[in-house]
C-alpha cells in the first residue's frame, strides 16, 4: 500500500499529488511513468512522474480528472492509501548534451513538461519554455517553470494570461527571431503535438514528443499503447513514451485515442453517480 502524503489542487480539474514510494523515487528520472490504481479491482492507469524527493521517498504525479480513475483517485484524502503504484516504467527524456533546447507544453502536459525542463537545466541545457493553456484559471506550475526557463513563454486561447494565441505561434516566432534550437521537445494534446512537429519540420529542427496513449500493464504485452513511428510499431510503454515527433503517425494516435471514448464516457457517469451515492 502507498500513502498519498500531501494533496493540492492546481485549478478546478488538475490535482497533484505526493504519495510515498521510497523504491520509486529512488530510481524514477524526467520522462518516466508510473501505474497505479486507485482503489481495489480498479483500472491501471499511467501517470507521468512529475516531481521526486528520494530524501523523503515521495513521488509527486499530477492528473487531470478527466476518467472515472481520476474521479476515484480525486475523492481520496491526504493519509489515504493506494493499492498499486509501479514503477518507473518507460525510458527517460534523453537530457544530456544540448546547450539550448525549447520545451513545449499544453494543458496539463505542462506536468510532464516541468520536470524535462528541470532536468535539462540540471544538465546544463539553456531551456525556453513555450507552454499554453485555453485560460488564466487552467494555468498550472508557472512558478516551476520560470525557475527553471531562462525564457518563459506562457499563452492562453482567450489571452487571459500571458499572451494570446497558439504555443506554435510562440515557437515559430522565437526560431524566426534567431533562436537556434538544438533540440524541441513537446508534450501535450495530440494534435498540439502534430502541429509543433510539423512546424519544426519545416525549419529543420529535431523534435522530441512524448506519447500517453492507452496503455494496461506497462510492459508491453497487451499492446494497447503501440504506435506507428517511421512507418514501424513500436510501444509507447516500453519504446517510449518519447519518440522522434517527425516519423509519429499522429492521424493514427489520434483515432485511436478516440476508440474507447463511449465507454469512458459511461463509467464517468456510474463513477460520479456511485460517489454521490458514497456521500450521502
Known sequence: MFQIVTKTKLNPTVEKIEVLAPAVAKKALA??????????????????????????????????????????????????????????????THVTGFKKVAVVGGGVGCAIAYPVAKALQAAGAEVHSVVGFRNKDLVILEKEFRSVSSRYVLMTDDGTAGEKGLVTTALEKLIQSGESYDEVITIGPLVMMKFVA????????PTVCSMNPVMVDGTGMCGGCRLTVGGKTKFACVDGPDFNAHEVDFDEAIARSRVYAEHEKRKREETCNLLNKEVQ
Open 198 to 205: 510539423a512546424l519544426t519540420k519545416k525549419y529543420g529542427v
Open 31 to 92: 520522462g518516466q511513468f508510473i501505474i497505479l490504481r486507485a482503489e481495489e479491482n480498479g483500472e491501471r492507469i499511467p501517470l507521468t512522474v512529475a516531481d521526486t524527493n528520494p530524501t523523503a521517498g515521495t513521488v509527486t504525479v499530477i492528473y487531470q480528472i478527466v476518467g472515472a480513475t481520476t474521479m476515484r483517485l480525486a475523492a481520496l484524502n491526504e493519509g489515504d492509501f493506494l493499492p498499486d503504484f509501479v514503477g518507473p516504467l518507460g525510458e527517460p
